[in-house]
T-cell receptor, first 113, second 113 residues
Framework: QKEVEQDPGPLSVPEGAIVSLNCTYS??????FMWYRQYSRKGPELLMY????GNKEDGRFTAQVDKSSKYISLFIRDSQPSDSATYLC?????????????FGQGTTLQVKP | DAGVTQSPTHLIKTRGQQVTLRCSPI?????VSWYQQVLGQGPQFIFQ???????GRGNFPDRFSARQFPNYSSELNVNALLLGDSALYLC????????????FGQGTRLTVV
């Protein structure tokens, strides 16, 4: 079993839809949770990071962490064709001496005009 | 300010050869991490360096090695290349060891033939 599970999709939605992307994890020691966006043939771009449980909002993006369920989500409101990309969740322990990130497989999102 | 820069962007090598990849972190960032991303998968952690010292190593064979220089730039070396080493190699730059805000370069796409 992988430490971080993410449905690879692909996920196809019409422009303007609300998108929900999710990851589950097995290691209860993870403290920091991130979402990255990766366009084809580019490096990942950090969208948001959250410490421990709770919600965080940034523009059209909202990240949620539920540590009791070991479940994190990213919501995209009013999705745009430019949001079409692969979305990667990532986690790290935070308290150790190394900042190793554990990534999910990535979910491919296509927003159709 | 310049972001994380990696060189070269693409290269093709033959099985058994050796390759060196280079990374310059964001100015002021002292930690560099290397990741391997195989097509369709999330990035896998290879190494982290902070202040020229190795702070973490992933589950990769000894053919993989790295170092960090006094100016915080880094090199990743891979010896005795295998076809399975074909991947996008990503460098991430952070201010400190704990990668809550890791910024990635555009990657080096390595093809082994």
């Amino acid at each position: 079993q992988k430490e971080v599970e993410q449905d690879p999709g692909p996920l196809s939605v019409p422009e303007g839809a609300i998108v929900s992307l999710n990851c589950t994890y097995s290691n209860s020691a993870f403290q920091y949770f991130m979402w990255y966006r990766q366009y084809s043939r580019k490096g990942p771009e950090l969208l948001m990071y959250t410490y421990s449980s709770g919600n965080k909002e940034d523009g059209r993006f909202t990240a949620q962490v539920d540590k009791s369920s070991k479940y994190i989500s990213l919501f995209i409101r009013d999705s745009q064709p430019s949001d079409s990309a692969t979305y990667l969740c990532a986690m790290c322990l935070g308290s150790s001496n190394t900042g190793k990130l554990i990534f999910g497989q990535g979910t491919t999102l296509q927003v159709k005009p | 300010d310049a972001g994380v820069t990696q060189s070269p962007t693409h290269l093709i090598k033959t099985r058994g050869q050796q390759v060196t990849l280079r990374c310059s972190p964001i100015s002021g960032h002292k930690s560099v991490s290397w990741y391997q991303q195989v097509l369709g998968q999330g990035p896998q952690f290879i190494f982290q360096y902070y202040e020229k010292e190795e702070r973490g190593r992933g589950n990769f064979p000894d053919r993989f090695s790295a170092r960090q220089f006094p100016n915080y730039s880094s090199e990743l070396n891979v010896n005795a290349l295998l076809l399975g080493d074909s991947a996008l190699y990503l460098c991430a730059s952070t201010l400190r060891t704990v990668n809550t805000e890791a910024f990635f370069g555009q990657g080096t796409r390595l093809t082994v033939v």
